[in-house]
């Protein structure tokens, strides 16, 4: 209780608890990231094989999000706890496996200083409140579910659907908005992009989003109720038409090449969440002038 009082009164203490904790965080957010998608494909094909009455495969050492302990992808080797703490053990390391000396992707530090950052500004920007609490949970759950989505074009429901419940749970209590808010704040996330889908796909007779991204924004609505989607989805929009022209010209990528679109709502939804209400009155006033 003591300790609760303490960073209630010390916002500076707070903040550094919490990216503490998101560094930690960002650890485990990089076996999901990896391990995730691999359990998932595991299970697709062992329905595929039970489907097609196929002998099932033996059952091999377990793969779970715990199991087996971290190791090196190179040479195997087991990673030590103090080779797996976050920041300081990969720049101890110089980015090097300690055993066959391959690099360690710098990717992996800076999903924890993401992740750390990221908390360390919740906590500022909300203090110390449940309000937070339930804030960092989501931002970690984003931004796991972006970076799957960049690297496989997957919105597992697995994380999604979980966080769409907290979101209506914690409103139940009006933590973020109303209850009626958040409920019909996932039913018009959904139904908002599955229209813009038919839409779309019965003018060009092309898929252009993933049902994953319905249920993304189905998520969003239900934490900051229908109010945050207008402005969700038009900086989702405005950024992934930047960031994606960006992008398709560095990879020098083709016109029809796919781009997720999960990780631009996760932006979007995220920064509606924080600074919706201020953006949308800073620009009343600017339309006002």
């Given at each position: 209780?003591?300790?609760?009082?303490?960073?209630?009164?010390?916002?500076?203490?707070?903040?550094?608890?919490?990216?503490?904790?998101?560094?930690?965080?960002?650890?485990?957010?990089n076996?999901?990231?990896y391990?995730?998608p691999?359990m998932?494909?595991?299970?697709?094909q062992?329905?595929?094989?039970?489907?097609?009455?196929?002998?099932?495969?033996?059952?091999?050492?377990t793969?779970?999000?715990?199991?087996?302990p971290s190791?090196?992808?190179?040479?195997?080797?087991?990673?030590?706890?103090?080779?797996?703490i976050?920041?300081?053990s990969?720049?101890?390391?110089?980015?090097?496996?300690?055993s066959?000396?391959?690099?360690?992707?710098?990717?992996?530090?800076?999903?924890?200083?993401?992740?750390?950052?990221?908390?360390?500004?919740?906590?500022?920007?909300?203090?110390?409140?449940?309000?937070?609490?339930?804030?960092?949970?989501?931002?970690?759950?984003l931004?796991?579910?972006?970076?799957?989505?960049?690297?496989?074009?997957?919105?597992?429901?697995?994380?999604?659907?979980?966080?769409?419940?907290?979101g209506?749970?914690?409103?139940?209590?009006?933590?973020?908005?109303?209850?009626?808010?958040?409920?019909?704040?996932?039913?018009a996330?959904?139904?908002?992009?599955?229209t813009?889908?038919?839409?779309?796909?019965?003018?060009?007779?092309?898929?252009?989003?993933?049902?994953?991204?319905?249920?993304?924004l189905a998520?969003?609505g239900?934490?900051?109720?229908?109010?945050?989607?207008?402005?969700?989805?038009?900086?989702?929009?405005?950024?992934?038409?930047?960031?994606g022209?960006?992008?398709?010209?560095?990879?020098?990528?083709?016109?029809?090449?796919?781009?997720?679109?999960?990780p631009?709502?996760?932006?979007?939804?995220?920064?509606?969440?924080?600074?919706?209400?201020?953006?949308?009155?800073?620009?009343?006033?600017?339309?006002?002038?």
């Amino acid at each position: 209780m003591m300790l609760f009082d303490f960073l209630a009164s010390h916002t500076l203490a707070f903040v550094l608890c919490a990216a503490l904790l998101g560094l930690l965080a960002g650890s485990f957010l990089n076996v999901v990231i990896y391990r995730l998608p691999l359990m998932m494909q595991r299970e697709w094909q062992a329905q595929a094989r039970e489907f097609l009455e196929l002998p099932a495969e033996s059952a091999g050492a377990t793969f779970n999000l715990f199991l087996p302990p971290s190791r090196c992808p190179h040479c195997a080797h087991s990673i030590r706890p103090w080779e797996n703490i976050p920041l300081l053990s990969w720049m101890a390391l110089r980015g090097r496996c300690s055993s066959c000396k391959k690099p360690i992707p710098a990717r992996y530090p800076l999903v924890e200083l993401a992740s750390g950052l990221l908390s360390g500004y919740v906590a500022w920007h909300l203090g110390f409140t449940w309000q937070a609490g339930a804030m960092l949970l989501l931002t970690w759950g984003l931004l796991a579910m972006s970076l799957i989505d960049i690297d496989h074009q997957l919105l597992p429901d697995s994380l999604v659907l979980p966080l769409l419940w907290l979101g209506l749970i914690v409103n139940s209590g009006d933590l973020f908005v109303s209850l009626v808010d958040a409920l019909w704040g996932a039913i018009a996330g959904y139904l908002s992009l599955w229209t813009v889908y038919w839409l779309f796909k019965l003018v060009t007779g092309k898929e252009g989003m993933g049902y994953g991204d319905f249920k993304l924004l189905a998520m969003i609505g239900a934490w900051g109720g229908w109010q945050v989607l207008p402005l969700t989805i038009l900086l989702s929009s405005l950024v992934g038409a930047v960031l994606g022209s960006i992008l398709l010209r560095i990879r020098r990528a083709a016109q029809g090449t796919p781009i997720p679109f999960g990780p631009y709502l996760a932006i979007a939804g995220w920064v509606a969440l924080l600074w919706g209400d201020s953006i949308t009155r800073s620009y009343l006033q600017f339309a006002h002038i």
